[in-house]
């Protein structure tokens, strides 16, 4: 089954960068995700990118401030995250699922896939 690894999480002070990858092994969906969930807060979506890349999807609240890209070659997908809020703070999970639409769904398909998370603080 597939299996999706988290890395690149850490603590950073407010106006920061970290990068975040997604490393998948097994067979897994074209489409990807990154969702986030702060302590006490509903898991929410962050941002997609389909197979190619050439189509991404981001939430209001990062807009401007996070990138989401793929490596195919390397079966990674990355999360950049710049401007960095104490609003970030959260778990950053990364997911597949089997269309690039369903990324924006948190309970996705039957066909959803999470990894394990990575945590991001972000102080003020």
């Known amino acids: 089954q597939v299996q999706l690894v988290e890395s690149g999480g850490g603590l950073v002070q407010a106006g920061g960068s970290l990068r975040l990858s997604c490393v998948a092994s097994g067979r897994t969906f074209s489409s990807y995700g990154w969702f986030r969930q702060a302590p006490a807060k509903e898991r929410e979506f962050v941002a997609a990118i389909n197979w190619s890349g050439g189509s991404t999807d981001y939430a209001d609240s990062v807009k401007g401030r996070f990138t989401i890209s793929r490596n195919n070659a390397k079966n990674t997908v990355y999360l950049q995250m710049n401007s960095l809020k104490p609003e970030d703070t959260a778990v950053y999970y990364c997911?597949?699922?089997?269309?690039?639409?369903?990324?924006?769904?948190?309970?996705?398909?039957?066909?959803?896939?999470w990894g394990q998370g990575t945590q991001v603080t972000v102080s003020s």
């Open positions: 997911a597949t699922d089997s269309t690039f639409s369903s990324l924006r769904v948190v309970a996705g398909t039957w066909s959803r896939s």
